[in-house]
């Protein structure tokens, strides 16, 4: 039971390790700690059929706790986020729950948590997870009470309106929303803008009918990518919950450390964060006209540095993207293609951006399995070997720990951590030459075996 408090979130199969016991201690061990900030909490829940239900009985707790819960009902991530912003009726939020199991299969469930406006991770969640597992004999009543809000209205009038600028735009583009919730917020803002689109599987349905909703997948892409071979001059793929994007042309595949550089250009003097698997060109090309920091990876890292250093926009590869400038600092997937379309409004041309960009040879996230309690010191033993590398290994410039290693070679770098939601290692390469990236894949993965067999 304990596996399901994990590093950025709360997540599990519903009953198996997400039952109705389980979900009310959740809510109420956490609503005691959102209840001496004022205990007024917002929840929202994306299209699986047992949200609902998750609702109810995190509710249950929350009430239990003594706080007032603010119910958002059927809403896309982004939505959950922006309720922290917002006035209900002279009430403000002390945090908010989204009920979701993002891009997981259509069995899994779970939270991701917002207190005092920061994300609840990490420690805090390990915390949480030891106080409900030491409390399991408590019993909880059924109390569903709540008030209705209507958060993803307001969100659909405020970027309407923040991106009215935009109405008369042209280009034919489309959207897959993969059966998740942007179908429940992206179609209505695109409308009012009178955009001219397609959107494809718009429909919410948890059971995710005709693919799973993960756009970093290629496979995932297919049909999208079908439709651009068409009218279409880009297209949008989303999560399932909405808070990360794939941006497609009909030649690229957009990156989020690429986008990172086309939305920062468009900014005065950026500081901009990146995670440790972004390409180097991404930091070499924003430090020449700003400031690119390397942090941790994970959504809630990234939204406590950009607090941290008021910067102005953060990415991940993955696709999640931050924006500080204009707007609150989370990571939402239709904000970001609203802002998408404003810069080729402004005259970009992405593909010609991109096709001047240095030429680098970059795998994909290869992933080592291994096992929940073998990961972090693999890892650690890793670092170990490297201060005294092999002789044939590829000469070290730098070493950068601060998730994982990331070795920074001669003609480019490799990079390896350990998965802080699966058991698996993460790795990544990039060279400025072809042949010199698979050396440095070959010869890390060698170490890795090294790192086992020790």
Known sequence: MKSIFREYDIRGIYEKELSEK????????????????????????????????????????????????????????????FSNFQDWDGVRTNGSVMITGSHNPPQYNGFKITIDKKPFFGEDIYALGDEILQNLDLEIEDNPTSKKIDAKQRYIDFLSKEFEHLKGFKEKFVIDCG???????????FDRLGFDYEALFA???????????????EANLVDIKRELRGDFNFGFAY??????????????NVKGDIMAILFSEAMKNPTVIGEVKCSQVMYDTINTYGKAVMYKTGHSNLKVKIAELNADFAAEVSGHLFFNDRYFGYDDAI??????????????DVDKRIDALPIVYSTEEIKVKTSEDEKFALVDRVKELLKNPPKDFPHIKEIIDIDGVRVIFDEGWGLVRASNTTPVLVTRFESTDEQKAKEYEQKMNELIQRAKES
């Not at 059966?179 to 803002?189: D, E, K």
């Not at 802002?339 to 080729?344: G, V």
């Open 22 to 81: 389980i979900v009310k201690l959740i809510g109420y061990f956490l609503g005691k700690k959102i209840k001496k900030l004022g205990g007024v909490v917002s929840v929202g829940y994306d299209a699986r059929s047992h949200s609902p239900l998750l609702c109810e009985y995190l509710t249950s707790g929350f009430n239990k706790a003594g706080c007032t819960v603010l119910d958002m009902g059927l809403v896309a991530t982004p939505v959950n986020y």
């Open 179 to 189: 059966n998740g919730v942007a179908g429940v917020v992206a179609p209505q803002i």
């Open 203 to 217: 429909e919410p349905d948890g059971t995710f009918p005709n693919h799973h909703p993960d756009p970093t997948v």
């Open 239 to 252: 999560d399932g919950d909405a808070d990360r994007i794939a941006f497609l042309t009909k030649k690229h």
């Open 335 to 348: 904000y970001a293609s609203l802002r998408l379309i404003e810069l080729i409004k402004n005259g970009l």
